[in-house]
């Protein structure tokens, strides 16, 4: 019995879901995405709710039935609220910048390192100096802050780097004088 694929989904207000075959194609005021959905996964829309259900009980149909209601649902937060993802940049002179449709990063190497944001997905940079980054495509989004993070991942012992806002990064101890 699956908990999470059993959950109906409720559409908000403004946003439209449209089925064609398998293809699910949700739109509202952030954007429009779409998604297929497994061919072992039935799913039915009725009115302002959405439900999953699944041919068989195999380890792989029970996991497809979890993952389409979870895409699904996220495609329906997305187009109407929207997802963000912050990270904070740590270190003397480590500072980010967004010039169009791209993130400038000094991260303390010897060069800066540009990175393109994919379409869909924007960036500020606040006062703080943290990234904001927002986007509807949940797995999009996170993609891009994992890819930023990968750049300079935080160190231990100073905690200089990327790393995303809640975070919690283990600090160690450095070295020692003798005793």
């Known amino acids: 019995m699956s908990r999470i694929g059993n959950a109906p989904i409720t559409v908000p207000k403004g946003v439209t879901v449209d089925a064609k075959g398998q293809t699910i194609s949700v739109k509202g005021p952030k954007g ?92 500020e940079v606040t006062k703080e100096g943290k990234l904001v980054l927002s986007a509807a495509d949940k797995a999009v989004l996170g993609q891009v802050a994992a890819d930023i993070r990968g750049f300079r991942p935080p160190e231990p012992y100073k905690g200089k780097g990327v790393k995303y806002e809640n975070e919690r990064i283990i600090r160690k101890e450095g070295k020692r004088g003798k005793k």
């Open 32 to 123: 429009s995405l779409s998604f297929t959905v497994p061919d072992t996964i039935s799913f039915t829309h009725e009115g302002q709710e959405i439900r999953f259900k699944r041919a068989g009980d195999s380890r792989t149909d029970r996991a497809m039935h979890g993952m389409a209601r979870a895409r699904t649902a996220n495609m329906i937060t997305g187009c109407s609220q929207g997802f963000s993802r912050t990270l904070e940049i740590t270190g003397v002179g480590y500072r980010a910048a967004v010039k169009g449709k791209s993130v400038d990063l000094t991260l303390g190497f010897s060069h800066p390192i540009s990175y393109p944001l994919p379409e869909g997905v924007s960036a």
